[in-house]
C-alpha cells in the first residue's frame, strides 16, 4: 500500500511543510488553517526521483514531439491525476508516462 503523503504550502512564510496522513498529528490543522494550501502526492516519481505532488511543474519529454511544461492537477470527472498546459491548451491524463520521461522543474508557488 502506497502512503497517503500531503504536503502543505504556508502562504504567509512561503514555504512547504510535508507530512504522511499515517503518522501526523498535524494534519487537522493544516485542513483548518487558512493559511496552508493542500497538495496531494500522485505516488508517482520523475526520473531523478524526486516524487511527484499536485501544483509541481513538470516537463514532459514527448519524444518526437518535443517537451511540454505543464502543472500537475487533480482531474474531477475522471477521478485521476493529469499534466495540464493551460498556455497551449494541452492537458493528458495520461500519467502512464515512463518516469524517464518527467521532470520536475518547479511548482506553482515558488516559480514564477
Known amino acids: 500500500?502506497?502512503?497517503i503523503k500531503f504536503r502543505a504550502y504556508n502562504t504567509r512564510i512561503k514555504?512547504?511543510?510535508?507530512?504522511n496522513i499515517q503518522e501526523s498529528s498535524a494534519?487537522?490543522?493544516f485542513i483548518t488553517s487558512n493559511i496552508h494550501i493542500i497538495e496531494q502526492y500522485?505516488?508517482?516519481k520523475d526520473k531523478n526521483g524526486v516524487e511527484i505532488y499536485e501544483g509541481d511543474i513538470v516537463k514532459l519529454d514527448l519524444n518526437n514531439y518535443g517537451y511540454k511544461e505543464c502543472i500537475v492537477k487533480w482531474h474531477k470527472k475522471q477521478a485521476s491525476w493529469?499534466?495540464?498546459n493551460p498556455k497551449e491548451n494541452y492537458f493528458t491524463s495520461d500519467l502512464m508516462y515512463n518516469e524517464s520521461h518527467i521532470e520536475v522543474i518547479g511548482?506553482?508557488?515558488e516559480t514564477t
Not at 514555504?15 to 507530512?19: E, L
Open 15 to 19: 514555504q512547504y511543510d510535508s507530512f
Open 42 to 44: 500522485t505516488g508517482l
Open 82 to 84: 493529469e499534466f495540464d
Open 1 to 3: 500500500m502506497r502512503a
Open 107 to 109: 511548482n506553482i508557488h
Open 27 to 29: 494534519f487537522p490543522y
